[in-house]
């Protein structure tokens, strides 16, 4: 049978095992389920809600594993909390806590809005921001909305914890930056500012239930007509999510009017090169982005 | 093979299980424990007809592992609405209304409905369709599912969890 985080291309290996042959481990606590996975006899794929790992183990797409760890009920994962700066969000916190808690409304809004374009109720009440995270789909939802942050992941093992910056954690298609010892404890995001906003798009055939076509979050904060600070993430046209420095960089500073517009809608498209799929043409999805990025600046010069 | 016991409290009665930990949830009521009013739809977390209440939320039973399901957890199906004064009112208002055309995603809709309810009974249209946009039904569209659920709403029994 293929590794614990191989995607599988010979299915004939999938289909030799069922859910009922997957041992699985509860660990009661963070330090438990840290020595599950320092020692390699006793490491498991993590598992948090399912709504990612049962559909790609039951279709194929990731040969299950001999052994998986869940740290779903960790309290230690599944609190959201605050400092002065930061919003603290545990790994095993979910979508419709997200959405439900007063503290991400405030400081991560754009966070908020996207936890509820995932799936429906079920599956926001189901699946985990550790979960979306570590599954490093390019069309994972939360995704840009952590990035406009420049907030961190931080990872744990029986080594110790490290944080690593959502933008460095994606390294690739499906790839992160994680060791085959450490877990996700939780995501450490600077709040927005005072007098900053956020946005989130989303663009899918239908509103709930849809994996993206494109979608992207932005903070910032214009003043006067001219652009003080810009962030801006896209999801869906690269192997990761992408944060357009360029355009923000180019942006900044400027004052929006029709030509600067245009002009940042120009520069975004340009500034991305996606691929077709089952969802969009790459044309369409070029085409968009720039729409997009361009309505997150509109919508901030209306303010 | 390695199996877990959990003991839950699913309709109102106990059951004790040992299970396969990553045995899907569905698979246990429907298999194991003979509730097959939960129907297997997608299989895929898309239809919503496998949907079921843990602990006061609504989650797909054909993506969650049995053995995630905590020890003592409460956990309606279909199957325990009937015994519940909110499960009674929408199952009246279901008919009533000829919401259901082949059934089929009904089981799922009307736990929903519950679950929606039960956590906030002053559902506004917009909002019922919000909390049933993880149930697919390709029959007969929605108008007649979101005027059940707004008629049940009205009647809801005020300071119960239905």
Known sequence: ?303 | MNKVKRTWQINGEEHQTEIPPVRRFLDVLREDLGLKGTKEGCGEGECGACTVIVNGEAVLSCMLPAGQVPENAEVTTVEGLEKTPGGRLLQAAYAEKGAAQCGFCIPGMIVSSYAMLSRDPSADPARIREAHAGNICRCTGYEKIVEAIQSAAEQWPAGTKG
């Open chain 1, 1 to 303: 049978m293929a590794g614990w985080n191989e995607r599988v291309t010979d299915l004939s290996i999938a289909s030799t095992m069922t859910f009922d042959d997957v041992a699985c481990a509860f660990p009661a606590s963070l330090q438990e389920a840290l020595e599950l996975m320092a020692d390699e006899k006793t490491r498991g794929r993590l598992l948090a809600g399912g709504t990612d790992l049962m559909v790609q183990w039951e279709s194929g797409v990731l040969a299950m594993p001999e052994r998986a760890v869940s740290v779903k009920a960790l309290p230690e994962l599944r609190t959201i909390e605050e400092t002065e700066a930061d919003v603290i969000i545990g790994a095993s916190v979910t979508h419709m806590d997200i959405r439900r808690s007063p503290l991400t409304q405030k400081h991560v809004p754009s966070l908020v809005d996207a936890a509820a374009t995932i799936g429906g109720f079920q599956i926001q009440t189901m699946g985990t921001i550790g979960g979306s995270v570590a599954n490093a789909s390019p069309a994972g939802d939360l995704a840009p909305s952590l990035m406009i942050t420049d907030g961190a992941v931080v990872l744990a093992s029986v080594r110790g914890e490290r944080e690593v910056p959502i933008t460095a954690f994606w390294t690739g298609y499906r790839k992160t930056d994680m060791q085959p010892d450490e877990l996700i404890v939780r995501f450490r995001l600077p709040k927005m500012p005072e007098g900053y906003r956020e946005a989130w798009r989303k663009l899918g055939p239908r509103q709930a239930q849809a994996i993206s076509k494109v979608m992207g979050s932005c903070r910032g904060c214009v003043e006067g007509g001219v652009v003080k600070s810009f962030r801006v993430a896209i999801g869906s046209v690269a192997p990761t999510c992408v944060r357009l420095y360029d355009v923000e960089k180019w942006i900044e500073g400027k004052k929006l009017n029709e030509g600067t517009l245009a002009e940042a809608e120009k520069r975004t498209s340009d500034s991305i090169t996606p691929i077709a799929d089952i969802r969009s043409t790459a044309e369409y999805r070029k085409w968009v982005t720039g729409r997009i990025v361009r309505g997150f600046l509109e919508q901030f010069a209306d303010q």
